[in-house]
């Protein structure tokens, strides 16, 4: 299927920057059980200064005025904090900037006449809902697994009633800026979830809230990964390089290790469920 689809008439495409022609390959998929496509949309005179979602809403527009089915993808914040959107371009999560969130990357990336093939995130753990669009519950499901912690503690207390060292609080706000997008899921040859995993235990193993459940923790958040179909972690750290917000492998060493520790307490005869100090 081919298409010319023009966006320079639309006021967000023109706002005075260059302008190029693309192709587009996208992946159409009308639900998880249906045969997929590929559908190919020539866009014309599409603004370098739209960024890469204002540029997909075009073609949106366009189709749905022609009366047919528009791309489904998903998207919130566009800012790069909400963790919605995503998908594959040209083979790469995200596209091509490390440390950027699709909702951030912008026409002006790609060349004039540049090819660009659109694929929703391809794993087991994340089944297509509709085109671009996945079922990302499994992450929901590992967080539920352990990552919130269990201990009343009563009200909210003042930010600064329970002192924090520097290094670890700001240690805890590397892990905590995971955004859950999936990337890094997407991005692995086994579509293993450690990066994303490891990245929620790590939040709360630097934090003095996270230690009475800390090996418990890690155990269930663990076992809940395999649970949903994510593969096993082989190290290769694509996952570090696709993600946009460049979530160190250091935090899977760091849970390898927690988890290790939470097995050699159990299989000596103590109990994984009680938090011991690091
Ligand atoms: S670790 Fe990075 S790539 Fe993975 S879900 Fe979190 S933000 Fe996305
Ligand atoms: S839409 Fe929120 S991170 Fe992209």
């Given at each position: ?183 890094c899921v997407?991005?692995c040859k086994n579509a293993s979830a450690m990066l994303f995993t490891s ?23 663990f076992?809940?990964m395999?649970?949903?179909?994510f593969g096993a972690c082989s190290w290769t750290q694509e996952c ?9 492998v250091?935090w899977i060493s760091?849970a390898n ?22």
């Open positions: 299927m081919s298409e010319q689809r023009s966006v320079a008439s639309d006021p967000r495409h023109s706002t005075g920057g260059k302008q190029i022609d693309i192709t587009l390959e996208v992946w159409r998929q009308p639900g998880n059980n249906a045969k997929g496509r590929f559908e190919r949309h020539e866009m014309k005179g599409v603004s370098t200064d739209a960024s890469f979602l204002e540029m997909l809403d075009g073609l949106n527009e366009n189709l749905s005025n022609a009366g047919k089915e528009p791309i489904t993808f998903e998207h919130d914040c566009r800012e790069g904090i909400c963790g919605s959107c995503g998908f594959m371009i040209n083979g790469q999560a995200h596209g091509p900037d490390r440390g950027t969130t699709v909702c951030q990357l912008h026409m002006r990336r790609f060349k004039d006449k540049a090819h660009l093939v659109i694929e929703p995130w391809r794993a087991k753990g994340f089944p297509v809902v509709r085109d671009l669009m996945v079922d990302r519950t499994g992450f929901n499901k590992i967080q539920a697994a352990g990552g919130y912690n269990g201990v009343n503690v009563g009200n909210a207390p003042d930010a600064n009633a329970i002192l924090i060292g520097k290094d670890a609080a700001s240690e805890a706000f590397d892990a905590a800026a995971c955004i859950g997008c999936g990337a997407a991005s990245a929620k235990i790590g939040h709360f193993a630097m934090l003095p809230q996270g230690q009475p459940e800390r090996y418990r923790r890690v155990v269930r958040m076992e809940e395999e649970k949903q179909g570090e390089a696709a993600c946009p917000k460049e979530i160190s250091k760091r290790k927690d988890f290790l520790k939470a097995k050699l307490v159990k299989d000596s005869g103590g109990s994984s469920d009680d938090g011991f100090a690091g």
